[in-house]
């Protein structure tokens, strides 16, 4: 059974990543260091960047972006070493080398949907194996006991 404060944080990481502006995937991260929230961050293009979703093709949107885990992680502006984070959807190899390299000891994470896996499985396994070679705790959060999503407008 997971604790109240899972499942708080990773409804905040839902609400964070509601905030994008990307009509296809919103994800939101939380760093947190015991029960106090460290950052938040959520997909999106850099300050002063137009992010019109006619003005970029998929290949631009996907150079331009940055990823939720990035954007908590620059926001911290402090060090995270011995810091946890909660995220909407697994780190890619690239968040994850930056989690890695921050210090953040563990990720937490639902349990990922077969159509993600289907399109992401790859990407997955490569880090989950460098987070377990590096000694980053995940720890996946059962479906069944997180309540469903909040819809926001």
């Not at 990773?10 to 990307?22: C, N, P, R, T």
């Not at 015991?34 to 970029?56: M, Q, T």
């Not at 631009?60 to 972006?65: A, D, F, G, S, V």
């Not at 210090?103 to 639902?110: D, E």
């Amino acid at each position: 059974m997971i604790s109240k404060w899972a499942v708080r944080f990773y409804q905040m990481a839902e609400l964070v990543g509601s905030w994008s502006k990307d009509p296809s995937t919103q994800v939101g991260a939380v760093i947190t260091k015991g029960k106090r929230i460290v950052s938040v961050g959520f997909n999106g293009y850099p300050h002063g960047i137009s992010d019109s979703a006619d003005i970029d093709d998929r290949d631009m949107k996907l150079l331009k972006t940055l990823h939720a885990e990035e954007n908590a992680i620059l926001f911290a502006k402090r060090d995270l070493e011995g810091c946890e984070i909660w995220v909407t959807h697994f780190p890619c190899p690239n968040c994850a080398a930056k989690i890695i390299q921050t210090g953040i000891s563990q990720v937490y994470c639902p349990e990922q949907s077969e159509d993600f896996l289907s399109r992401w499985g790859e990407k997955i396994k490569i880090s989950a194996d460098m987070f377990s070679q590096a000694g980053v705790e995940v720890h996946w959060l059962p479906l069944a006991e997180l309540p469903p999503k909040c819809e926001t407008e």
